[in-house]
Structure formats: C-alpha cells, structure tokens
C-alpha cells in the first residue's frame, strides 16, 4: 500500500507542475542561460583559433630566424654545402629561387673569396591561418672580400613567408621591402 500512496503521490506532484504557468522570470532566465551558453561556445571557439595562430607565430618565427642566418651566412668556397639546408627547409618552389641567389652569389663573390656572416636583430610574425605565416625581420649582415681585405656590414629588412607542409616550417618566399643601409662595422 505504501507503494501505491507513494506513486500516487508522485504523479499528482508531477501533474500540478505540469499544469502550472511557466513564470516570465523563469522564461528569461532560461533564455539567458542558453544565450550565455551560445556566447560562451563562440568565445572557445575564437581563443582555440587564437591559440593556434599564436603558436604557428612562435614556430615560424623562430624558424625564420634560423633560416635568415642560414640564408645570409655563407663563404665563396662552399656556397653548395652552405645552401642544403633548402633541400629540407623550403618548398620546392623557393629551392629554384635560391638556386639562382645561390649561382648569383657564385658569380659575384666567387673571384673574391668573399664570405658573409648574417645575424637577425628583431623579427615579427603575421599568422594568416594556423600553417601560413609572414615573417618581418631586421638584419645585419657582413661581407668580406678576403682578397681586398674589405668588409661591408648592411641592415636589411627581410620578410619570409613561412609555410607549415607535414608538421615542418618551411620557407616558401623571401622578399626584402626595403634598400639595405650601409652601416660602419
């Protein structure tokens, strides 16, 4: 009997809360728990987003860095071995690029016996998406002529933009905005 009292009780509770009125307060507050839900779902959704781009800015920068000393540091005598790291550092279509930098180089500085050594000063990223970066960086670099004795140091401005292909920073193109300044050394 006992049972049958409690069950009877239960759906009379259930039937009255039923049948009651939803209170105005009630509704707005529900719709704003839904709304505070849906704001709260788009606010992760952007800081994941955010998250991303900030940690393909950090990858490509310290990359880039890397790359711009490798790109300005060379000698006359082993450009060859001083320009593999392309076989693995840059798209396909940057390694013809540098290919023609690099027989440039060979052809200017080749008689010279020059070498150059490159250091990065400052550099800055821009994340277009999570696997697409731009690099901004400011450079020093110094030349020198073993066969004159002569040495010429220039700040350049140089922006690499940096691909992410399977998991690696890549460079896919270089571009140098502004003239090199000559500076003393």
């Known amino acids: 009997m006992r049972g049958e009292a409690e069950r009877s009780v239960a759906a009379s509770v259930t039937t009255r809360l039923r049948r009651q009125e939803r209170s105005p307060l009630v509704l707005a ?6 709304l ?12 994941r987003g955010d998250a991303q781009r900030y940690d393909a800015e950090r990858q490509a920068r310290e990359v880039a860095e890397e790359r711009t000393v490798q790109i300005l540091t060379w000698k006359a005598a082993t450009l060859d071995e001083d320009a593999a790291w392309a076989e693995d550092g840059a798209t396909a279509s940057f390694q013809d690029d540098y290919a023609a930098i690099i027989d440039g180089l060979r052809e200017t500085y080749g008689a010279l016996a020059a070498s150059s050594s490159g250091t990065v000063l400052a550099s800055s990223p821009r994340a277009a998406s999570a696997d697409e970066v731009v690099v901004s960086l400011y450079a020093q670099q110094r030349v020198a002529q073993s066969s004159s004795a002569t040495t010429t140091c220039v700040l350049s401005s140089i922006e690499l933009s940096m691909l992410r292909v399977d998991g690696a920073w890549l460079v896919d193109d270089l571009a140098a905005p502004g003239d090199p300044v000559a500076i003393p050394c």
């Open 29 to 34: 507050l529900a719709a704003c728990l839904v």
């Open 36 to 47: 505070a839900l849906v704001a709260l779902a788009v606010v992760a959704w952007q800081w």
